[in-house]
């Protein structure tokens, strides 16, 4: 069993940058793919950013492309998502995820963990 938590929120104005990382124990890290989702109020969960056991490969949404950055730290086991340029419609629940499979990336149905997720607000 994989526990997570997710930390860093906050209150942001557009455009300022902010920081999340997900803590995980329980499990082999480097073993399990992870992932960014986030959900907005009325909104399916979304994908956001994902990562590959080793750090390798990437992926993200189209929506934060070149402002959002997914990464890793096996040792510490732990996983980043650093957002610059934030906009107001990048408000939402941030949470992280782990699975053990997950060949795209993005697919949420593959993530077996889920964190408990970290509010994130952008004001206009």
């Known amino acids: 069993q994989v526990q997570l938590v997710e930390s860093g929120g906050g209150q942001v104005q557009a455009g300022d940058s902010l920081r999340l990382s997900c803590a995980a124990s329980g499990g082999t890290f480097s073993l399990y793919a992870m992932g960014w989702f986030r959900q907005a109020p009325g909104k399916e969960r979304e994908f956001v950013a994902g990562?590959?056991?080793?750090?390798?490969?990437?992926k993200y949404a189209d929506s934060v492309k070149g402002r959002f950055t997914i990464s890793r730290d096996n040792a510490k086991n732990t996983v980043y998502l650093q957002m610059n340029s934030l906009k107001a419609e990048d408000t939402a629940v941030y949470y992280c995820?782990?699975?053990?499979?997950?060949?795209?990336?993005?697919?949420?149905?593959?993530?077996?963990?889920w964190g408990q997720g970290t509010q994130v607000t952008v004001s206009s």
């Open positions: 990562i590959s056991g080793s750090g390798s490969r990437t």
């Open positions: 995820a782990a699975g053990p499979y997950v060949p795209g990336l993005d697919d949420k149905r593959l993530y077996a963990y």
